[in-house]
């Protein structure tokens, strides 16, 4: 059995008090808790604060570029459907230099587990607003505040019937651990949009803020209730819920490819002979 030693990585480089630590923390509690010894799993990032969380993980792992995480993850769980496979980033590489890739992701119910710490800013790069800051909000850059609309990611992945939808906030630890480990259990793609505030660029979304309008969802509420998930999904404000938004039991994308489905890729023979007739066929 793993201790929670095991998961030890490099001392974090975050700002003192940031939502990250709080998440990092849970993360491996959760992972202990469901028995995931750290060769057992894999964590995929992109680029920012968030995407850091693999260098202080010790586990499998793949660092790449802004907003690909995605698409890394997707090889890897088609390669390997028996290994759990988590990808983190935050707002600004997964909703926005990553939207086009979380589209299609809960597209094709690719079974991923997408942990997104959601601060509202971009805090690597000092500041910028992303796709979640609020409309109006100021930033050194946007002295004027922000004009575009905010995107409210639980409604947009609703809309794409994405398989989970969840929310939970990082100064929540308890809530934040069994949702993580309802979204990693979770057959198909598992969005787990996580709060967190960033004490540096983003002093509007604070943790007094977050504590005066977070509120955990009613033990009867329904997830499989997709206009019942709009409706909650669509609250933002004096009143945030956190919970699982919406849920569904579509079969994941690697159970669907006849060639993989019974055996992961990995465990699979391999014939050169195969592929040089296959390569043969395009010529």
Excluded at 11 to 31: D, M, Q, R, S, Y
Excluded at 97 to 119: C, D, P, Q, S, Y
Excluded at 142 to 150: D, K, L
Aim: proline share 6%.
């Amino acid at each position: 059995m793993p201790v929670l030693e095991d998961y030890k990585g490099q001392t974090p480089a975050w700002c003192p008090g940031c939502g990250n630590f709080g998440i990092l923390k849970t993360f491996k509690e959760a992972v202990l808790e469901l028995s995931l010894a750290p060769h057992q799993f894999i964590i995929v990032s992109g680029i920012g604060q968030s995407s850091k969380f693999p260098h202080y993980v010790k586990c499998n792992a793949f660092n790449g570029l802004h907003g690909r995480a995605l698409p890394v993850a997707t090889g890897v769980r088609l390669a390997n459907h028996d290994m759990p496979v988590i990808a983190v980033t935050g707002d600004g590489d997964c909703y926005g230099e990553g939207g086009n890739h979380l589209i299609h992701a809960m597209r094709k119910n690719i079974g991923i587990t997408l942990f997104v710490h959601n601060n509202q800013i971009y805090g690597l790069t000092k500041g910028q607003p992303s796709p979640t800051s609020m409309e109006g909000m100021v930033t050194k850059n946007h002295p004027f505040g922000v004009f575009a609309e905010q995107l409210n990611p639980l409604a947009f992945a609703i809309a794409l019937d994405c398989s989970f939808v969840a929310r939970s906030y990082a100064g929540d630890s308890g809530h934040l651990k069994g949702l993580m480990k309802e979204a990693i259990r979770h057959e198909g793609f598992s969005l787990l949009d996580i709060l967190q505030p960033c004490v540096t660029f983003n002093k509007i979304n604070t943790y007094e803020w977050y504590a005066k309008r977070v509120y955990h969802i009613e033990a009867e509420y329904n997830p499989e209730d997709r206009a019942g998930a709009f409706s909650r999904a669509l609250e933002w404000g004096d009143r945030i819920p956190l919970g699982i938004l919406y849920r569904n039991q579509r079969p994941a994308l690697e159970k669907r490819i006849p060639v993989i489905s019974d055996t992961p890729l990995v465990r699979q023979p391999f014939d050169s002979t195969k592929l040089e007739t296959t390569l043969k066929g395009f010529y």
